[in-house]
């Protein structure tokens, strides 16, 4: 086929031949090529024209370029498949859980203050597990006894498994919207941290859970021992590890004063140390978390001139806005994966508000048992029940199961990536637009009327 065949060719073809001519006439960096180039275009009209917040922009326009490619498709029936064949080669799951997420992770966690993440430290650590599990057996329970009203008879693991994936705040989301709304550090480090850590957390209950709806799933035991020694090699040997390849690249950063090669070292460590995390089967995220909190600290301290930590922050700070907009662009592209999918929408709406309690139940008993051992938090169930955004983690973990239950529970697997889908969008959009308004609502506080006022 003559490479500059035409897109009126390439959907004319028909049939599976749709299929051979994209791959034919499409290279994997054309289609990188096209989504950073879609990304570029949502971010400069975003920033020109709808001043949204960035993530929330960008992942409404790509929404917007679905739905016109979907009209569209009624005209010309051959140009759906072929768009979606073409999102197909991007293995979304992959690309973020073994790929952007440990830049990202690291980008968000060098700036973060340890100093403040410490005296938050126990509210953090009881988000992050009290209420990741608080949350999924809320969700998964009661959809458990809700989802038969729509016509669904997934079984309790099933949804247990899609509470796992849900619950946890994604760290990419909430940073991304943190630093746009221009939420006060007091109330940004305890949103911040917790989703920083409790993503890993997730991914091990999302296991655990994953092994009793498909037994013997990445070589867990479906028991309590098994569960346990989970939790101890991820969690625990993640944290060993992060501060391992961080402390061996903070000495080799105070060894060196030369921003380039400092700033490829914290490049190698992200992504390196990502890398070798997963090859030997510790937590990834926890690690390059626990690593990027050292370097930001006491590598920003000890190891770095100024002028290293100036260009670092500036490497990090525009690497982590180049693949935000690339993963909103994808998870607004995600929806052609949906339309074959449209009869679970309806139940897949329940769920919002049931995601939503379970987020203030794992909230609110965190505060409660932390409360009377920590400083208060002003406001804080409010901002950090509506603060707590879902994201891209949750649509990657929900689309995996499609290689795990694909077979055998092939409805629970369509149902749980709509669910998810759902679920995500109205926290993104609809969290992530109105937390603004209430950051101000629950700060502004009415003026105190003057001694011997008469208020009625």
Same mark, same amino acid.
């Given at each position: 086929?003559?490479?500059?065949?035409?897109?009126?060719?390439?959907?004319?073809?028909?049939?599976?031949?749709?299929?051979?001519?994209?791959?034919?006439?499409?290279?994997?960096?054309?289609?990188?090529?096209?989504?950073?180039?879609?990304?570029?275009?949502?971010?400069?009209?975003?920033?020109?024209?709808?001043?949204?917040?960035?993530?929330?922009?960008?992942?409404?326009?790509?929404?917007?370029?679905?739905?016109?490619?979907?009209?569209?498709?009624?005209?010309?029936?051959?140009?759906?498949?072929?768009?979606?064949?073409?999102?197909?080669?991007?293995?979304?799951?992959?690309?973020?859980?073994?790929?952007?997420?440990?830049?990202?992770?690291?980008?968000?966690?060098?700036?973060?203050?340890?100093?403040?993440?410490?005296?938050?430290?126990?509210?953090?650590?009881?988000?992050?597990?009290?209420?990741?599990?608080?949350?999924?057996?809320?969700?998964?329970?009661?959809?458990?006894?809700?989802?038969?009203?729509?016509?669904?008879?997934?079984?309790?693991?099933?949804?247990?498994?899609?509470?796992?994936?849900?619950?946890?705040?994604?760290?990419?989301?909430?940073?991304?919207?943190?630093?746009?709304?221009?939420?006060?550090?007091?109330?940004?480090?305890?949103?911040?941290?917790?989703?920083?850590?409790?993503?890993?957390?997730?991914?091990?209950?999302?296991?655990?859970?994953?092994?009793?709806?498909?037994?013997?799933?990445?070589?867990?035991?479906?028991?309590?021992?098994?569960?346990?020694?989970?939790?101890?090699?991820?969690?625990?040997?993640?944290?060993?590890?992060?501060?391992?390849?961080?402390?061996?690249?903070?000495?080799?950063?105070?060894?060196?004063?030369?921003?380039?090669?400092?700033?490829?070292?914290?490049?190698?460590?992200?992504?390196?140390?990502?890398? !070798? +995390?997963? *090859?030997?089967? &510790?937590?990834? =995220?926890?690690?390059? $978390?626990?690593?990027?909190?050292?370097?930001?600290? %006491? /590598?920003?301290?000890?190891?770095?001139?100024?002028?290293?930590?100036?260009?670092?922050?500036?490497?990090?700070?525009?690497?982590?806005?180049?693949?935000?907009?690339?993963?909103?662009?994808?998870?607004?592209?995600?929806?052609?994966?949906?339309?074959?999918?449209?009869?679970?929408?309806?139940?897949?709406?329940?769920?919002?508000?049931?995601?939503? !309690? +379970?987020? *203030?139940?794992? &909230?609110?008993? =965190?505060?409660?048992? $932390?409360?009377?051992?920590?400083?208060?938090?002003? %406001? /804080?169930?409010?901002?950090?029940?509506?603060?707590?955004?879902?994201?891209?983690?949750?649509?990657?973990?929900?689309?995996?199961?499609?290689?795990?239950?694909?077979?055998?529970?092939?409805?629970?697997?369509?149902?749980?990536?709509?669910?998810?889908?759902?679920?995500?969008?109205?926290?993104?959009?609809?969290?992530?637009?109105?937390?603004?308004? !209430?950051?101000?609502?629950?700060? &502004?506080?009415? =003026?105190?009327?003057? $001694?011997?006022?008469?208020?009625?």
């Amino acid at each position: 086929m003559d490479p500059l065949t035409t897109t009126t060719d390439l959907i004319g073809s028909g049939g599976r031949s749709i299929e051979a001519a994209v791959d034919h006439t499409v290279s994997s960096f054309q289609l990188f090529a096209g989504l950073l180039t879609l990304s570029a275009v949502f971010s400069y009209i975003n920033y020109r024209f709808l001043r949204l917040p960035g993530s929330i922009g960008v992942m409404l326009q790509a929404l917007v370029f679905v739905t016109i490619l979907l009209v569209a498709s009624l005209f010309e029936p051959n140009l759906r498949p072929a768009a979606q064949h073409l999102l197909s080669r991007i293995d979304f799951d992959a690309t973020l859980l073994h790929g952007m997420l440990g830049l990202l992770l690291f980008a968000g966690a060098i700036h973060v203050d340890l100093g403040e993440l410490r005296r938050h430290g126990l509210l953090v650590i009881a988000l992050s597990t009290i209420g990741v599990v608080v949350s999924t057996a809320i969700i998964g329970l009661v959809a458990w006894k809700l989802l038969p009203w729509f016509g669904f008879n997934l079984t309790l693991p099933e949804c247990l498994v899609f509470g796992a994936l849900i619950s946890p705040t994604d760290p990419i989301a909430v940073l991304a919207i943190m630093r746009s709304v221009g939420v006060p550090k007091d109330l940004r480090i305890p949103i911040t941290g917790e989703s920083l850590f409790n993503d890993g957390v997730g991914v091990v209950v999302f296991l655990a859970l994953l092994a009793y709806v498909s037994p013997g799933h990445g070589g867990v035991q479906a028991n309590a021992s098994g569960v346990a020694m989970l939790f101890l090699t991820e969690a625990v040997g993640g944290a060993i590890f992060g501060l391992a390849i961080g402390y061996l690249t903070y000495h080799l950063l105070a060894s060196v004063d030369d921003y380039q090669v400092e700033i490829i070292l914290s490049l190698a460590l992200a992504v390196g140390g990502y890398s !070798l +995390a997963e *090859a030997i089967h &510790v937590s990834a =995220p926890i690690a390059i $978390v626990v690593a990027g909190l050292l370097i930001g600290n %006491h /590598g920003r301290s000890f190891a770095m001139s100024k002028l290293t930590c100036e260009r670092l922050d500036e490497f990090w700070e525009l690497m982590d806005e180049i693949l935000n907009s690339l993963l909103f662009v994808l998870i607004g592209l995600e929806a052609l994966v949906l339309v074959p999918r449209v009869g679970f929408t309806p139940a897949a709406f329940a769920m919002v508000p049931l995601a939503l !309690l +379970a987020r *203030a139940c794992s &909230v609110g008993l =965190p505060l409660l048992l $932390v409360r009377p051992l920590t400083r208060r938090i002003p %406001h /804080g169930f409010a901002l950090l029940t509506w603060g707590g955004l879902r994201g891209g983690i949750s649509v990657a973990l929900a689309l995996s199961l499609h290689d795990t239950l694909a077979r055998s529970h092939a409805e629970a697997a369509d149902a749980i990536l709509v669910f998810t889908y759902v679920v995500v969008l109205a926290s993104i959009i609809g969290q992530g637009l109105t937390i603004k308004p !209430l950051l101000k609502w629950i700060l &502004v506080k009415p =003026p105190t009327p003057p $001694v011997g006022t008469k208020i009625d």
